[in-house]
């Protein structure tokens, strides 16, 4: 009955996550779990939307089982440094990956992205994240459309950011671009908590980032949301308009 009830709340407890490695079998039936430390790696900066959400998980897991629970950074390449790190990890339970879609772009954008989805034993996904379009304050731009217009008039000198090359908000800008006929330039960066003070100052035109992030950015005028890239407004944000709403809509963006 102890082992169980144990094995019960291992798996539930890790739905939140990835986990590095095979099966559970290897470590549920070896009684007590966690005995030590257990490490949750994200490709997520510190404070961007993964790394506060990763906190919160780290945080009650640690209450529910009186065990250290500590987020680890690896980010970089759009997310194939904190991938191939957890993949180099032991399969005991111990490393627990929670990784974004980028995982599986990875596989399709680079020749050799040195692992497979079958490398990895998904539990549960976390949250959904639509990614949104946050602009500089300092750009007189309040909408795509003004965004893609100043982009044409500037004819290549205008930059955006994402989280790295072959990221979702890379293939998204590049194609908004196109579809709008303008000449942009792509920054990657560690996530949009490293882009921050680029995009804050007008140095960085905008980026493509999590909701959860940028949503206080915008309240305190720092950054204006232009769009979410979602099928519907959020519920939590309706006054920012969709990409679709903006004449982009994301069955063009995904050609």
């Excluded at 919160?56 to 759009?78: C, D, F, H, P, Y």
């Amino acid at each position: 009955m102890f082992k169980k009830s144990k094995r019960r709340v291992v798996v539930q407890a890790l739905a939140f996550a990835a986990m590095a490695g095979g099966s559970f079998a290897a470590y549920s039936q070896a009684g007590a779990f966690p005995v030590r430390t257990v490490k949750i790696i994200v490709t997520s900066a510190v404070g961007g939307g993964g790394d506060i959400m990763a906190r919160l998980i780290a945080e009650k897991l640690s209450a529910m089982w009186g065990q250290a629970v500590v987020v680890e950074q690896r980010t970089g390449a759009n997310g194939m440094v904190g991938t191939l790190a957890a993949l180099g990890a032991p399969a005991d339970g111990y490393t627990v990956f929670m990784s974004y879609t980028s995982m599986v772009q990875n596989l399709h954008v680079l020749p050799t992205p040195g692992y497979k989805l079958e490398d990895f034993a998904p539990v549960s996904m976390v949250a959904s994240l639509p990614l949104v379009l946050a602009a500089s304050s300092s750009l007189p731009v309040t909408s795509v459309g003004d965004l893609m217009k100043l982009a044409k008039a500037e004819d290549g000198r205008l930059s955006f950011g994402s989280s790295g090359v072959g990221s979702s908000g890379h293939l998204m800008g590049a194609t908004l671009a196109r579809l709008a006929g303008a000449k942009v330039i792509h920054i990657p960066y560690k996530g949009e908590s490293a882009s921050f003070t680029d995009l804050a100052s007008g140095r960085l035109a905008a980026h493509f980032g999590s909701i959860g992030f940028y949503a206080p950015q915008a309240a305190a005028g720092k950054v204006r949301i232009l769009a979410v890239a979602s099928q519907q407004r959020l519920k939590r944000y309706p006054s920012i308009p969709t990409l679709a709403e903006a004449g982009f809509a994301p069955a063009n963006l995904a050609g």
